[in-house]
């Protein structure tokens, strides 16, 4: 028994069709809806669809300056409702920034309750929460009554909303804009509404200006937080004329509260004893402070900034951040410039002028063309008022010819519609009325039947009348289009004056001086300090310098080896006999309050290897390095530091084959002394000793037997001195030292009578 099945085989749904065309049609799709309905604003009212939408909500709700607050959890409901099927959260947080005066230059929305702070904080939950629209939002939705824009379908077909806000508040440079889509991505900061509106109308007045005359009055970016803009005028005009560039936005030294008497714009604030601090009352825009008093503190924990003690928030409605000096001593803009350097007091703000235009198309615009797009588009909103206005008193007028000829035949109307059956239709042909008009007189309230009413009637049809003249005479001149245009932004131009809490420029636009260089070392505060290095190796810094024949304690087993002064700003270089030299930091000594600690935790020196000397580096010094097989050459000072723990290799060493002397050369001396362990002792001039960076040298002296002993440098004219034994502490000197004087590598001859038995300069 067979049965005919009618369901449709699935796989005949089946589209045969190329793997990558289909991936890259579908991601099309994406790409699109998220650069054109997400990511990026519309360029004339500067909004995405979302802020739109919550704007549009608000206005439903009636939520005017004027009118109570609402709950956001109201205002989100009906967003996500009716016109935006997104997540929650997603847009209240879109709300929420349209709130916050150190978000938008401009808030859109007034908040009530906890909306956030610049700490970084979050808002409280849209339960907890109030709202309403200000001011500003009402003048972008202005005109939205009057057919200035056309109205779309919401995604369910159920509502309405507008396509965008005509007002003529220019929200998109006054709040700015940022966004990511797909392959392309927009940034555009805040300015000044009285410096954009003062741009327009230099377009307005000559559409062929110059890029430069526009900079004269378009300042640059007016961020909500203030802070200093301190790149060029050059720099920040031609990023604006392409459309794409940076800022470098620094925060703002200054301290006192303006009206205490002590506003000090250095930020300096004098405290008593000649002590001071730093004080910061603004930030970069987007900075959050609790983030940047952690990345402060810590670098103070990391010692990575020294010369700044402490950090502390003494802020309220205002930002006040004060930070504190290690010492009175320490340069106020060298910590200036290292808390720029060092942390986001100084951040880069990247501009990129990418918006949607009329026909919803991206682009990058530069300063001029996207002025001229939406001056094009405000004369298109005034065309539509325009002619939207022209067809509501068309009808009107239309309205009261009809009254009027009611008024004129009044008795013979009255009768009609008493005694006839069809009044509407017999009026319409004895009176030559339209449909319209007899139903309007129809509809005519008897207390509207009264003596004055004519004249009034005819005084509002004159007026009509001139009002449709002057509208028809707009549409038909462009000049009359944009001296209007001018005279709604002069006249919005009053709310955002230089002299208003609103329109006062926050932001400093002001080159700063060039950089000053400074490496980690500058910001050592200079103190001596007494170096320690023990025989086993341990080493500490004592404060101050003390006598270095003084008796040092040290652990058992233990005892002196170095002693030398210094300044916690100098380096030591440490060198070893595997011919490697080490770097240390003065300041970076442990405490001679005990013994210190082993220098090799501070230094990756090999296990084998012995410190055959310390020294302090001192910049363009010479010194001479000696093996203890008779090399040696002269070695830079500046080449011998090292950037690592792990020191730099100088002298070439091999078996059997140690560095034994490392001696600073004095820019006086002329010649190298070199004696060996067969107490045989040259002179040599020092131009014979090559000056190397690395390597084994040349020989200094030969030997049968035995090597060298010690080396080092003098001024032949002043001859040869050493100390003579016993507590007297005397020396002697060998003026005339021509007899040992040879050529570089000979065998020498003995030392004069008394020179030291252990053959040690």
Known sequence: MTTDTTEPDPFDAIVDAPFDSALSERYLVYALSTITARSLPDLRDGLKPVHRRLLWAMRQLKLDPTQAFKKSARVVGDVIGKYHPHGDQSVYDAMVRLAQDFSLRYPLVEGQGNFGNIDGDNAAAYRYTEARLTKTAIQLMAGLDEGTVTFIPTYNGEEEEPE??????????????????????????????AEVIDATLLLIDNPHVEHAQLMEVFKGPDFA???????????????????????????????GREGDGRWEESGVEKLSGGQWQLVVSEIPYMLQKGKLIEQVAQLIADKKLPILEDIRDESDEQIRLVFVPKSRNVDPELLKESLYKLTDLESRFSLNLNVLDAKRTPGVLGLKLLLQEWVIAQIDILLRRSQHRLEKIAARLELLDGYIIAYLNLDRIIEIIRTEDEPKVLMMAEFGLTDRQAEAILNMRLRSLRKLEEMELRRERDGLLAEKEELEKLLESPARQRTRLKRDLANLRKDYGEDTALGRRRTTIAEAAPTVEFSMDAMIEKAPVTVILSAKGWIRGASGHEALDKEFKFKDGDGP?????????????????????????????????????????????????????????????????????????????DELLAETRKGRGVMTTKPGV?????????????????????????????????????????????????????????KLDEGLSWRMGGETGRTRTEGDMRLWKVARGAAGRLPPTGFPRDNKF
């Open 561 to 637: 080896a170095w002693a030398l002064h210094a300044q916690t700003t100098d380096k030591l270089l440490i060198a070893c006999d595997n011919g490697r030299f080490y770097t240390l930091g003065t300041d970076k000594l442990p405490s001679a309050r005990g013994f210190g600690e082993p220098i090799r935790t501070m230094v990756d020196i090999d296990a084998e290897a012995q410190i055959v000397a310390l020294l302090v580096y001192r910049p363009k010094a010479q010194l001479l390095l000696a093996s203890n097989a008779g090399r040696g050459f002269a070695a830079e000072a």
């Open 225 to 255: 937080t203030g802070g200093v803009v301190v790149d060029s005028a050059a720099a920040i005009s031609a990023a604006y004329e392409t459309g794409r560039g940076a800022f470098r936005v620094r925060a703002r030294f200054s301290c």
């Open 658 to 714: 140690k560095l034994a002397v490392v001696r600073e050369i004095p820019a006086e001396h002329d010649h190298v002394a070199v004696v060996g362990d067969n107490r045989k002792l040259v002179l040599f001039s020092l131009e014979e000793l090559p000056v190397l960076a690395k390597g084994q040298g040349v020989t200094l002296q030969r030997y049968r037997d035995g090597g060298l002993a010690d080396a080092t440098t003098l």
């Open 164 to 193: 965008i806000f005509p007002g003529p508040f220019p929200n998109l440079l006054a709040n700015g804009s940022s966004g990511i889509a797909v392959g392309m991505a927009t940034n555009i900061p805040s300015h000044n509404v």
